[in-house]
């Protein structure tokens, strides 16, 4: 196995020199850094985790906790921290946190303080007061994507906002007759809340009547709420799908139904999903890999020494335009 010394040789440097130039802490001269990275590569040395540790006092990692990996936003999220953290030299530490009380308990007083990290990137977290203070105990950087906490520095699109800017596209397309399909939550700051609210304010400063139908951020569960809009005798026009995997099952749910999309009726979702491509959907992109990308960045500035600042609303979303949605039937 290579070490530190036969680096230090090849590249006619000291092995502080080296170990300086490799954990980019301490002053060496760019041309030096080149040369004992040239000599680290043609070597095959890598830098012992434990030993830059002890060097540094860091663990070169950051912890990344996660409901859900099996949904195609905290999937590709994570995607982004990756690509993020892997350009400067970080592993991923990952935690997963389910709805049950006990588990979750063993995550945030058991699993994260054991291992070592030199951050926190959570993400659309849930969390109640004692666990972000368990989080804001451990004494490093942590960075949320979405789910407001004033507790944590969090990065997030501003989904009222979003709520809105869907809504109003279908408005602008001449439909009155809109259904929202999402959460059942009508106050907070959850994600889900806020879109639906942001659906419910538009449709009233059009003197439209909001219809509302429950299902969880699955294409199943859409599926099925949207087969019941569509039963009904007040049968919408339009459907805003508070994600995307949800509309891609209100438009399975449309053709079931022997209904043409957009002809019959207009679908729109939120995300920016691959899979929308397929099925024409329109969508509000919000650029969820670059959401872990601005987190991975944000969560390296602080340990980087940048003073942490409290952010709401800073991330960009967009209207996305594609087949799903036309002028409202006649």
Known sequence: MVGIDEVARRAGVSTATV??????????????????????????????????????????AIGVIVPFLDRWFYSTVLAGISDGLVRRGFDITLYG?????????????DNVRRRRVDGIITIAPELDA????????????????????PLLTTLTVDDLAVGRLA??????????????????????????????????????????????????????????????????????TAIFAASDE????????????????????????????ELGRWFGLTTVDQFARCQGERAAEAVLAELDGAAPALRRGTLPFALLERGSTATAPG
């Open 19 to 60: 170990s300086r130039a490799l954990s980019g802490r301490g002053p060496v001269s760019p041309v030096t850094r080149q040369r004992v990275q040239t000599a680290a590569d043609e070597l095959g040395y890598v830098v012992s985790a434990a030993a830059s540790a002890l060097a540094t006092g860091r663990a070169r």
């Open 97 to 109: 946190v389910s709805a049950a009380a006990e588990e979750r308990q063993r995550v945030f007083s």
């Open 130 to 149: 004692d666990e972000a203070a368990s989080l804001r105990g451990l004494g490093v950087p942590i960075v949320a994507i979405a789910g407001p906490n």
């Open 167 to 236: 809504t109003r596209h279908l408005l602008d397309l001449g439909h009155r007759r809109i259904a929202h399909i999402g959460s059942p939550e009508v106050t907070g700051s959850s994600v889900p809340a806020l879109r639906r609210r942001g659906f419910a304010e538009q449709m009233d400063a059009a003197g439209a009547r909001p219809l509302f139908a429950d299902a969880d951020f699955t294409i199943e569960g859409a599926s099925t709420a949207a087969r019941h809009l569509l039963d009904s005798t007040e049968r919408p």
């Open 246 to 273: 949800m509309a891609i099952g209100a438009i399975l749910a449309a053709r079931e139904a022997g209904l043409h999309v957009p002809d019959d009726i207009s679908i729109i979702g939120v995300d920016g999903n």
